[in-house]
């Protein structure tokens, strides 16, 4: 089972630019292959509970919700076996807690698919806290 861990949250002001990390570990025999697995990233607020900010498919195929478009960019560096999340010009709704998730596709499962919806992880990081002061 992959394991996965965020680092590079903070407190920052707003205009400012932060880089999210998330690494990942466990991949077994056959599964170390990144054709096997969508990730995304997720923001966990009170009022909005957990979204999904941005996906990355195992083509390559990003997608990012409405208010990340334009100033968040998710990427793999699979030789690294680490995604990230580069946000620019951060605004104080933009805070929360960030979790990076990895789902390894089913048979039935698109290299192409992207997926922003929480159901459709199951292995997920433990979190790192962005707060955004105006």
């Known amino acids: 089972q992959v394991q996965l861990a965020e680092s590079g949250g903070g407190s920052v002001q707003a205009g400012e630019s932060l880089r999210l990390s998330c690494t990942l570990s466990?991949?077994?025999?056959?599964?170390?292959?990144?054709?096997?697995?969508?990730l995304a990233w997720f923001r966990q607020t009170p009022a909005k509970g957990r979204e999904g900010v941005a996906c990355?498919?195992?083509?390559?195929?990003?997608k990012y919700a409405d208010s990340a478009e334009g100033r968040f960019t998710i990427s793999l560096d699979k030789a690294a076996n680490t995604l990230y999340l580069q946000i620019k010009n951060l605004k104080p709704d933009d805070a929360g807690l960030f979790y990076c998730?990895?789902?390894?596709?089913?048979?039935?499962?698109?290299?192409?698919?992207?997926?922003?919806?929480?159901?459709?992880?199951?292995?997920w990081g433990q979190g790192t806290q962005v707060t955004v002061s105006s």
């Open positions: 998730a990895a789902q390894r596709r089913s048979l039935y499962t698109s290299f192409w698919h992207c997926s922003r919806a929480s159901s459709d992880f199951h292995n």
């Open positions: 466990g991949f077994t025999g056959g599964d170390n292959s990144w054709n096997q697995y969508y």
């Open positions: 990355i498919a195992a083509d390559g195929t990003t």
